[in-house]
Antibody
Framework: QLQLQESGPGLVKPSETLSLTCTVSGGSISSSSFYWGWIRQPPGKGLEWIGNIYYSGSTYYNPSLKSRVTISVDTSKNQFSLKLSSVTAADTAVYYC????????????????WGQGTLVTVSS | SYELTQPPSVSVSPGQTARITCSGDALPKQYAYWYQQKPGQAPVLVIYKDIERPSGIPERFSGSSSGTTVTLTISGVQAEDEAGYYCQSTDTSGTVVFGGGTKLTVL
C-alpha cells in the first residue's frame, strides 16, 4: 500500500523559506505513470494546488505561487521536496503531499493518494 | 484565473439523496474529480474522470456531467457521509484548480 509522509518544521518566521519533504513508501517515485504534488489548506479554508513534479524533474507550478515555489525530487531517497520563499502569515496552512495521475493529452491531473498533512505556521 | 464554483453547503436527512454541483467553463473539455474530506483528515478521492468510482468507494457515490456543470450524487446518505466535498479539474494550461468546497450536513 502506497504511503506518503510529510516532514519539516512546523513553525517558520515571516520572510524566511518554508521547506518540507515528502517520503514515499510502498512504491517507486520513479514510476513513469505518476506525478507528485503539493497541495495546501489554510485553517478553515479550501484546498489550493501548489505544484507537481515528474520523476524526471519536470515541474508544473500554480501561477499564483510560481515566483516563490521550488519543487524538487530525489529518486535515490524516494522523496520529493517543497520550498516556498518569503513566507507571510497567509502561507500558514496544512501542507499535503500527494500522488498525481495525468489523464489525456492536455495534462489533466488528479490525486489518488495523499499524505496525512502537516501544519506549518508562519509567525515570529 | 479559472474557477470552479460549488455551493457552500448542502443539507439532507439520512436515507435521502444529496447532490453537490460544481460549475466551470472548461468542464466540457476537462475531466472533473471529487474528494471527500472529514475534519482533521486528508482528502479522499471518491470520483475520477467525471463518473468513475475508485475501488473501495461505496456504490452510493456517483458522478455525472452536463455542459459546464458536474454533479456528485450520494444516494441513501448515511451519517458517515457528513464531510466537506471538493471538486477539482485542470484548466487548459495545465493548472490544477479546486472548487471552494461544499459542507454536507446530515440532519
Amino acid at each position: 500500500q502506497l504511503q506518503l509522509q510529510e516532514s519539516g518544521p512546523g513553525l517558520v518566521k515571516p520572510s524566511e523559506t518554508l521547506s518540507l519533504t515528502c517520503t514515499v513508501s510502498g512504491g517507486s517515485i520513479s514510476s513513469s505513470s505518476f506525478y507528485w504534488g503539493w497541495i495546501r489548506q489554510p485553517p478553515g479554508k479550501g484546498l489550493e494546488w501548489i505544484g507537481n513534479i515528474y520523476y524526471s524533474g519536470s515541474t508544473y507550478y500554480n501561477p499564483s505561487l510560481k515566483s516563490r515555489v521550488t519543487i524538487s525530487v530525489d529518486t535515490s531517497k524516494n522523496q520529493f521536496s517543497l520550498k516556498l520563499s518569503s513566507v507571510t502569515a497567509a502561507d500558514t496552512a496544512v501542507y499535503y503531499c500527494a500522488r498525481g495521475r495525468a489523464v489525456g493529452a492536455t495534462p489533466n491531473y488528479y490525486f489518488d493518494y495523499w499524505g496525512q498533512g502537516t501544519l506549518v505556521t508562519v509567525s515570529s | 484565473s479559472y474557477e470552479l464554483t460549488q455551493p457552500p453547503s448542502v443539507s439532507v436527512s439520512p436515507g435521502q439523496t444529496a447532490r453537490i454541483t460544481c460549475s466551470g467553463d472548461a468542464l466540457p473539455k476537462q475531466y472533473a474529480y471529487w474528494y471527500q474530506q472529514k475534519p482533521g483528515q486528508a482528502p479522499v478521492l471518491v470520483i475520477y474522470k467525471d463518473i468513475e468510482r475508485p475501488s473501495g468507494i461505496p456504490e452510493r457515490f456517483s458522478g455525472s456531467s452536463s455542459g459546464t456543470t458536474v454533479t456528485l450524487t450520494i444516494s441513501g446518505v448515511q451519517a458517515e457521509d457528513e464531510a466537506g466535498y471538493y471538486c477539482q479539474s485542470t484548466d487548459t494550461s495545465g493548472t490544477v484548480v479546486f472548487g471552494g468546497g461544499t459542507k454536507l450536513t446530515v440532519l
